[in-house]
């Protein structure tokens, strides 16, 4: 095998911008995980301490724990609303 082929095949791959878009790539998925945990584990301690009705709480926090964001997202809007309405009114 010709080594300036070689040579040729290692230079048209650019490793610094290579290995710079490798870590903008694995920074930003480690962004989104943290952000995505976080929204997961507010939604699950938010249905754990403020549903009062136990069969819906299990029913939402297997939603949450089988939907993970999805499941997440989907709870916070459907009954987070109903949760702050009615702590307002037991003021």
Not at 10 to 27: A, E, Q, T, W
Not at 32 to 41: E, K, N, P
Request: glycine share 4%; net charge positive.
């Amino acid at each position: 095998m010709d080594p300036g082929f070689l040579n040729s095949i290692i230079n048209f791959v650019d490793f610094p911008y290579l290995s710079k878009l490798i870590m903008l790539i694995s920074g930003l998925s480690l962004f989104f995980f943290i952000v995505s945990f976080l929204i997961w584990s507010y939604s699950f301690y938010l249905c754990f301490k403020k549903e009062k009705d136990i069969s819906k709480r299990n029913i939402w926090l297997a939603i949450i724990i089988v939907g993970k964001l999805l499941g997440a997202i989907v709870y916070l809007i459907f009954e987070s609303k109903k949760l702050k309405e009615s702590n307002h009114k037991t003021f």
